[in-house]
């Protein structure tokens, strides 16, 4: 039987997320977290720092303080909600949207040479399993915190 906890230690890693830093934009060294966060602010329409938050699976605590220094990288506008001054809306500024989009160009880059060393069936066998995997994953009672 395959060690499937080996399979996805040696994926992580070719993947670079063990990685402390992620990506070098200009003058900005990026990390995962935060390369995730603008990933999500920019894919959301308004979204609140509780929306984000949430949809990383991270502490509201931890959240604030990556919010924090991507607002001090002038990344990330924080502005509070109109119907509720206690919710904060994010938002990239142009700035954060030319990181978000250079790091998603990069990433797409990354992919497509991988995928480039398989032919069409593995290509889509690979994604389609992926996709399995995700949608596995969300129904898992245990999915985004270790079993310990």
Same mark, same amino acid.
């Given at each position: 039987?395959? =060690?499937?906890?080996?399979?996805?230690?040696?994926?992580? $890693?070719?993947? /670079?997320?063990?990685?402390? =830093? %992620? %990506?070098?934009? /200009?003058?900005?060294?990026?990390? #995962?977290?935060?390369?995730h #966060?603008? +990933?999500?602010?920019?894919?959301?329409?308004? !979204?609140?720092?509780? &929306?984000?938050a949430?949809?990383? @699976? *991270?502490?509201?605590?931890?959240?604030? $303080? &990556?919010?924090?220094?991507?607002?001090? *990288?002038?990344?990330?506008?924080?502005?509070? @909600?109109?119907?509720?001054k206690?919710?904060s809306?994010?938002?990239?500024? @142009?700035? /954060?949207?030319?990181? @978000?989009?250079?790091?998603?160009?990069?990433?797409?880059? +990354?992919?497509?040479?991988?995928?480039?060393?398989m032919?069409?069936?593995? $290509?889509?066998?690979? #994604? $389609?399993?992926?996709?399995?995997?995700?949608?596995?994953?969300?129904?898992?009672?245990?999915? %985004?915190? !270790?079993? +310990?």
């Amino acid at each position: 039987m395959e =060690n499937k906890r080996e399979i996805f230690h040696v994926l992580t $890693r070719r993947f /670079g997320l063990l990685d402390k =830093n %992620c %990506c070098a934009v /200009g003058n900005f060294e990026i990390s #995962i977290v935060q390369s995730h #966060i603008l +990933y999500e602010i920019d894919k959301q329409f308004e !979204p609140s720092m509780q &929306q984000i938050a949430e949809s990383l @699976a *991270m502490d509201i605590t931890t959240f604030s $303080r &990556q919010i924090q220094s991507l607002v001090k *990288m002038e990344l990330v506008k924080k502005a509070p @909600a109109p119907q509720d001054k206690r919710v904060s809306i994010l938002s990239l500024s @142009a700035q /954060g949207k030319f990181v @978000a989009a250079s790091i998603d160009h990069s990433m797409n880059a +990354y992919l497509e040479e991988v995928f480039s060393h398989m032919n069409e069936f593995e $290509r889509e066998t690979v #994604i $389609r399993s992926l996709k399995l995997l995700n949608e596995a994953m969300s129904k898992s009672s245990v999915c %985004c915190k !270790p079993l +310990y």
